[in-house]
């Protein structure tokens, strides 16, 4: 259907047909409609914008994925859907490694998104998936050379098994998760409650323009909990003067 460039939901309806059709061509699993709707509802109450907090930890997130020795971008279906044009920058300004990593996993679909980032000048890392991390589904499968080898890993967007699994392995955890309760928001270490759209180019702007000394500072010591608070404060206004 056409929606009417004057529709106040205009922006979000649109993106709703995108993941619509995204899902029938495979890049979206059906179940991240869902995952989708549960989003918006979250970016409802933050007045669907960039918060202060959520800024501060773009710019910590840009430093992390800056000093890391091998950072990669791990990327699902929606991220893919959502983000594709928006990741070339981001490798460009870190230089991460990305890598496809599927909840719903088959072939034929991680093959679409690694199609879908290479179309938009992602450099998507090839090789063939082992079951590496210590988890029972198939985000179990990953690169030696990836995620497996990461010292950093951003993960926007998913459930929270494999993140708490990366920690465990030692590593860091970048969150992109307008869920500040959700079990990888809590697991990571360092959440960005923020849409995932919105985040993506302001970390890679910080990536951009972040000096070495700024980078050191910024992940000296991270408080994840101060984020995740800051986000729950920031809803909780959000439902106390919905109405004003
Ligand atoms: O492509 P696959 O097969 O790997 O599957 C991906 C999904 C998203 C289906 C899978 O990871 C999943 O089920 O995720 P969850 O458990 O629903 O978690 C998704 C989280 O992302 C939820 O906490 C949502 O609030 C949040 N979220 C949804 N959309 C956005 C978002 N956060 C930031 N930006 C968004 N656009």
Known sequence: MTIPEDHPRYRSLVTREH?????????VALEGLTAHGRGEAFDY?????TTASAAE???VAAAL???AQHPVISVNGNTAALAAPLLAPLQRATGAFVEVNLFHRTEERANTIAALL???GVAVLTGTPERLLPL?????????????????????LEDGD???ALRAMGKQVIAIDLNPLSRTARAATLTIVDELTRAL????????????EECDYLTRSIDNRYFLKSALEEMKQGLTHGLD
């Open 19 to 27: 993941l619509a059709a995204c899902a029938r061509s495979g890049i």
């Open 45 to 49: 109450l933050l007045g669907e914008r």
């Open 57 to 59: 930890a773009e710019r």
């Open 65 to 67: 994925l800056r000093r």
């Open 118 to 120: 290479t179309q938009h």
């Open 136 to 156: 029972s589904h198939d985000r179990a499968l990953c690169l030696r050379d990836g995620i497996y080898s990461a010292d950093v890993v951003l993960v926007p």
């Open 162 to 164: 494999r993140c708490e």
């Open 201 to 212: 180019p302001l970390i890679t702007r910080a990536a951009e323009t972040l000096s070495d």
